[in-house]
DNA sequence: CAAGTTTACCCT
DNA sequence: AGGGTAAA
């Protein structure tokens, strides 16, 4: 939960924007015939022809949805193009994704504060651009793809121009319309640098701003003034909120009988921090009423890199050699990524994590996180495979003698299976000049 | 037997 | 530091 602070009285203008079904896109780049034409992208998988992770438009209309198989997707839309994933060291490689994001997110970054929010997703604070332009004739300055903006509650005899030039506009919403001209500006500059549409929403906090920037997809723009908050949260289902879609959630619909964020409204802040803690509670008593106060944070490269695989069902590894196996090629993927990031941001990670999800006794379990310590991942492939092998064994010594103490050692050690790995490399920091 | 791979962040 | 949740 974000931390619950004050919102700060300062108006903002945020932008969440959204690259519409990202990997499709950076596939249809690539192979511009492609465009157009019903695709997905699936991962690499030889069992019923792989998992769909993104779905183009065109396939959505016939039916095909992320998280199909691909040979169901095939099914339901026969002249569907499935693309694979790259493969690098016999793992899906998401770095061309990663890449075409940072593109994107170069561009963005010309007219405001950039947060890196995931693969396809960028906060925008475009508050100073927006009083910049404030003081200009708007009505010279609405661009074709401006006026197309969507605005939340707009009364039905005003059009979209209109409402952005109109007179009486409060300073709050005369600041979103020219927030909304400088994104819609900058989506068509997205567009012409990299050939990626994009969606955007557009709020005065990121929480309205990532709530609408799905709400017209793909390759449009959604405004909400602040009049259109109450009745657009009213009936709003609490999971299309941010944070709300899981067990939170639940225990709020189970506990509470909230379904709707207007349901939330009736809970003074005590009684919900009360049941939920301070933290959360405060945040959801300013959530029901569309008051969100995080601040886009000032950061376009990702604060760790891992690299993970799953071995599902008779997959999992038996012996400790498929292990170090395996943690070899994770190893190599990942000395890939932080090679590439001391060479281009001269960062250097400091932490190196080994997960395990395993089977033990036949229960599945996972097995305890182990971290070397703060040691600088400068090593190389061998020395992350050697520390990480050795951070395995010993939490799998650790956890096996505890789940079955006074078994033979030899029973023990025959008894796992792990049915996946991954390595996280963190606390990345900014590399002193070295002395020459 | 089987959606997989990343990333971030809260709680204790 | 480690466990857990959530999201795309």
Redesign the pocket.
Known sequence: ???ARRPASRIRVIAHV?LDCFYVQVEQRRQPQLRGKPTAVI?Y?S?KGG???AVGYEARKCGVK??MRGDAAKAVCPDLNLVQVPVLHE????SIY?DAGSEVVAVLSRVGKCE??????VYLDVTEAAKRLSSKDLSTLVSEEASTSHIVGLPQELGTKEWFCRPDASREDHLLACGAIIVADIRLAVLAETEFTCSAGVAHNKMLA?LSSGMHKPAQQTLVPSSAVESLLATLPI?K?????????QELEGELGVKTVGDLLQFSEVKLQDMY?P??GTWLWNTARGINGDEV?D?TL?????????F????ALKTLETVVYWLKELAE?LQLRLDEDLSQNNRTAH?L?IHASCHIEGRAT?A????S??RPLRYGVDKIVEDSRYLFERSLHEFCSHQSAGKEQSEITSSWAV??L?L?A?NIMAKPMVKT
């Open positions: 939960m974000p931390l959204d991962q998988n069992w998992a769909c992770i992320r998280s793992k899906a490689d998401l990663r890196r929010a995931s693969i396809d997703e990532k999971s909120i941010g944070k709300l879609g899981g067990k939170l959630g803690g933290n959360t944070q950061r990702p604060k760790s890199h891992s690299s993970g695989k799953t599902p069902g008779p997959r993927t932490l994590t996972e305890p996180k182990f971290s310590k703060s049915t996946g991954s996280t963190s």
